[in-house]
């Protein structure tokens, strides 16, 4: 069974940082499109990063340009999420994605077939 694995979430500071890990069992990431979405308490679930699977092209939202970083690691197939300077309003549930086919937007939640279970992220003094 395909399963995605989310880990790295926590208490942080404003103005700290984290690193987030996704790891997969039963496929190899390295081939997927990835992304990072997120949702707060009564909000969508939005898109944060996304990574391609060739060239390893990049998209951030807005509001995380500058202070969130994704890369993968393909030899231990995982993809990251670097974030710093992070910011009340970045708490939320962070969920890793899988796709293999990218129609319109790589943070598009639609464009995903495969999700995590989720980390929580709570930023707070």
């Known amino acids: 069974q395909v399963q995605l694995v989310e880990s790295g979430g926590g208490l942080v500071q404003p103005g700290g940082s984290l690193r987030l890990s996704c790891a997969a069992s039963e496929f190899t990431l390295g081939y997927y499109y990835i992304a990072w979405f997120r949702q707060a308490p009564g909000t969508e679930r939005e898109g944060v990063s996304c990574?391609?699977?060739?060239?390893?092209?990049?998209g951030y939202a807005d509001s995380v340009k500058g202070r969130f970083t994704i890369s993968r690691d393909n030899a231990k197939d995982t993809v990251y999420l670097q974030m710093n300077s992070l910011k009340r309003e970045d708490t939320a549930v962070y969920y890793c994605?899988?796709?293999?086919?990218?129609?319109?937007?790589?943070?598009?939640?639609?464009?995903?077939?495969?999700w995590g279970q989720g980390t929580q992220v709570t930023v707070s003094s």
């Open positions: 990574i391609t699977p060739t060239y390893g092209s990049k």
């Open positions: 994605a899988a796709g293999r086919n990218i129609r319109r937007s790589c943070l598009g939640r639609l464009e995903y077939d495969y």
